[in-house]
């Protein structure tokens, strides 16, 4: 069995999950037996820098990454000049990353898949073909039994960017749920976490897309408070970059029980 899973939902927020724990039985189970939290961004609250202070354990200002184009370029991975975890971690165990949203198209670490599409789309079949695509995924490379895998879905923020304040939010959150609910079973320790919540668009402290895009009109925005929850994790996590530490932390204490074994 997997040792450690971490499941990255850009843009999921309490907001929407915790008044409907009665349909998000998956959601509810695991904040109960395990821990939940809030995780508050402090800069700008773009996924781009987040994702990757979630995984290289530094800040905007020490990682240098905010935005997915720089200079009217798209930023590559060779660009940003950190450690990630799989780069510090590999050789020590087997460590797999899926689609890891710090840079378009999303990174992948010794995993292989093609996005259905990327970047911001409105097209719900485009992003429900994706959505079942990493989930499909994500549960062939965990039948493997990798030591940690890292997997981000991306739906719920452009979901909410057009939708924020529909009824199709929450049928997208139930998919989730239910997503949760299958991944969660295969590992022994788990992170959930989002870069960032979501509001409608008026109630974001600063606005990260125009209100018109070639896609359509936008209803909501990033805000700063994302959601963690953790099952079997003692590392005390209280900013995003402490992600990238309890993964080392997790697999350092598991080395040493595997070594006096
Ligand atoms: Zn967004």
Aim: one cysteine or more; glycine letters at 6%; aromatic letters at 10%.
């Amino acid at each position: 069995m997997t040792h450690l899973l971490v499941i990255g939902l850009d843009a999921a927020t309490w907001s929407v999950i915790k008044p409907n724990l009665g349909v998000l039985p998956n959601f509810k189970q695991l904040m109960e037996e395990g821990q939940a939290k809030s995780l508050f961004v402090e800069g700008k609250i773009l996924s781009a820098a987040v994702w990757c202070t979630i995984f290289s354990g530094k800040s905007v200002e020490e990682h240098g990454h905010d935005n997915f184009i720089k200079d009217g370029n798209v930023v590559k991975r060779e660009d940003i000049k950190v450690e990630f975890i799989w780069d510090v971690l590999d050789g020590i165990c087997d460590i797999r990353a899926l689609q890891i949203p710090f840079v378009y198209p999303p990174y992948n670490f010794k995993c292989d898949y093609t996005p259905v599409e990327f970047g911001l789309s409105s097209k719900l079949d485009d992003l429900e073909q994706d959505t079942d695509g990493i989930f499909y995924k994500a549960i062939d490379i965990l039948e493997e039994n990798p030591d940690v895998f890292i997997v981000v879905f991306t739906a719920l923020d452009k979901l909410q960017h057009f939708h924020w304040g529909e009824p199709i939010v929450l049928e997208w959150y139930k998919k989730f749920d239910k997503i949760l609910g299958v991944l969660s079973k295969l590992a022994e320790k788990l992170i959930v976490v989002s870069d960032h919540g979501f509001c409608a668009k008026g109630e974001a402290r600063e606005r990260t897309l125009p209100d018109k895009t070639p896609e359509g009109e936008l209803k909501g925005d990033h805000h700063e408070e994302a959601i963690l929850i953790t099952r079997g994790i003692s590392y005390p996590i209280k900013t995003h970059k402490d992600i990238f530490y309890a993964i080392k932390e997790e697999v350092e204490n598991a080395v040493k029980i595997g070594k006096s074994n």
